[in-house]
Nanobody, 123 residues
Framework: VQLQASGGGLVQAGGSLRLSCAAS????????IGWFRQAPGKEREFVGS????????YYRDSVKGRFTISRNNAKNIAYLQMDSLLPDDTAVYYC?????????????????WGQGTQVTVSS
């Protein structure tokens, strides 16, 4: 499956952005979708994920209650809704996919990656 992330931009602290991850070339519902981010000078970190049906989601502690992952399998797209953004959320955000039989809440085994989209949160 091929993935393309979009929707990044510049936003003030406290604002919101919604990232999209459009998929092609596979059966979208066969895949767990994960979101990752990498800030300058830092290692990539796992933001969260959603299982194949959308019935289960997982978030890292620092984004719980602020970020929401969803998906629409009929449209082959997943979303990362980011609210109450903080300057520390500034990073390049990536979506990724792994086969649905794998543990969806684990950051491991994602093997299809989209290009990143830049999110910048100003203070």
């Amino acid at each position: 499956v091929q993935l393309q992330a979009s929707g990044g931009g510049l936003v003030q602290a406290g604002g919101s952005l919604r990232l999209s991850c459009a998929a092609s070339g596979g059966t979208f519902s066969d895949y767990v979708i994960g979101w990752f981010r990498q800030a300058p000078g830092k290692e990539r970190e796992f933001v969260g994920s959603i299982n194949w049906s959308g019935s289960g989601t997982y978030y890292r502690d620092s984004v719980k209650g602020r970020f929401t992952i969803s998906r629409n399998n009929a449209k082959n797209i997943a979303y990362l809704q980011m609210d109450s953004l903080l300057p520390d959320d500034t990073a390049v955000y990536y979506c990724a996919a792994k086969y649905r039989t794998l543990i969806f809440s684990s950051e491991d085994y994602f093997d299809s990656w989209g290009q990143g989209t830049q999110v910048t949160v100003s203070s």
